[in-house]
């Protein structure tokens, strides 16, 4: 897409012998809310802090405002940061236990607005903290007398007060109450809606995912294994990994549709992820655990392809289960 706010391509991360991502490649366009999901040790995190620089990437380029950052000096990435901004998984730990909320929250401030006054910086501060539904009065505390819902408000107020362009939420409501997803979900859409960022959603929660994404991109073993609008995704998968994820949504939620005819889920889910220091490069790394396997699943890595307008999946059989309206009952 021409309005790419981000783009990323052929994102490689090696860590010893392990290839935690394997030639990684999508876009993310202004204003947009991308879903990253995909189970524990899938790569998620380690996109999300390859694209900040966090990681160093063994190849590939990310793209931010067509700027390439892996090319970038540290004095460009300082500037970079600012639109440019992440929210962690754990509220607490991710807090100075030494600095008042009022600081931690202005750092960004004296960083890259240097010129504004102790006031000024104050008032910028007790602003976004009511932005963030918490009193200006909450600057003078220290993170251990907050909530975990609290601490997370501050995290996001501290991303946000810089208005930055893309958002990445790194599982950033998995360690709060159920109670409290909910408002801190609502918020983060309140803020997109305002600010207009961009924003890329990593959670294991689906029904979450459903509710903020316009596209998901789903990730198994370090490769992408399907991309499709929100809608599209959770009404028809192509993948039998993506079967699998859906299938373990509690009915509530509407399961039903992800098992099969005779009432098994699609697509084994017992097994490990696959050895990452090879065994994924030989062929489809969800071949040991997918009923569906074919011997070409075992000669050769599935290329994403594009089977519908804005829907790819790396699956060699994908148009099969798309000819049959999506089902894997064959």
Not at 19 to 31: P, V
Not at 283 to 292: E, I, Q, T
């Amino acid at each position: 897409m021409s309005t790419a706010l981000l783009r990323v391509q052929d994102l490689t991360v090696v860590f010893g012998a392990r290839q935690a991502l394997r030639g990684i490649n999508f876009e993310l366009a202004c204003g947009e809310t991308l879903g990253l999901v995909g189970e524990s040790g899938s790569g998620k995190s380690t996109l999300a802090r390859a694209i900040l620089g966090l990681v160093r990437p063994a190849r590939g380029r990310v793209e931010f405002l067509q700027q390439n950052l892996l090319a970038c000096t540290s004095m460009q990435m300082r500037e970079v940061r600012r639109d440019l901004q992440i929210v962690f998984q754990d509220p607490l730990s991710s807090l100075n236990p030494r600095m008042l909320v009022g600081n931690a929250i202005a750092e960004p401030l004296i960083i890259f607005e240097p010129a504004l006054d102790a006031l000024a910086r104050r008032q910028r501060v007790g602003a976004m903290l009511e932005r963030v539904g918490l009193a200006a009065a909450m600057a003078d505390r220290y993170p251990h007398e907050l909530s975990g819902g609290q601490c997370q408000r501050i995290g996001i107020a501290r991303a946000m007060i810089m208005n930055p362009k893309l958002l990445i939420c790194d599982e950033p409501v998995s360690a709060l109450d159920v109670s409290i997803q909910g408002q801190i979900v609502n918020l983060l859409l309140d803020l997109q809606r305002d600010a207009g960022m961009a924003m890329l959603f990593i959670s294991h929660n689906l029904a979450i995912v459903r509710h903020l994404s316009h596209r998901v991109l789903v990730i198994y073993g370090g490769r992408i294994v399907e991309v499709a609008p929100s809608v599209t995704l959770f009404d028809s998968p192509l993948h039998p990994y993506t079967q699998v994820l859906l299938a373990a949504i509690p009915a509530i939620f509407g399961s039903e549709r992800a098992h099969t005819g005779d009432g098994r889920a699609p697509a084994g889910a017992a097994g490990v992820l696959p050895d990452a220091a090879g065994e994924a490069d030989i062929g489809c790394a969800f071949r040991h655990r997918c009923r569906f396997a074919v011997a070409v699943c075992a000669n050769s890595v599935p290329p994403l392809t594009q089977i519908a307008p804005g829907h790819w999946a790396a699956c060699h059989r994908a148009r099969d289960w798309q000819s049959n309206a999506g089902a894997l009952s064959l």
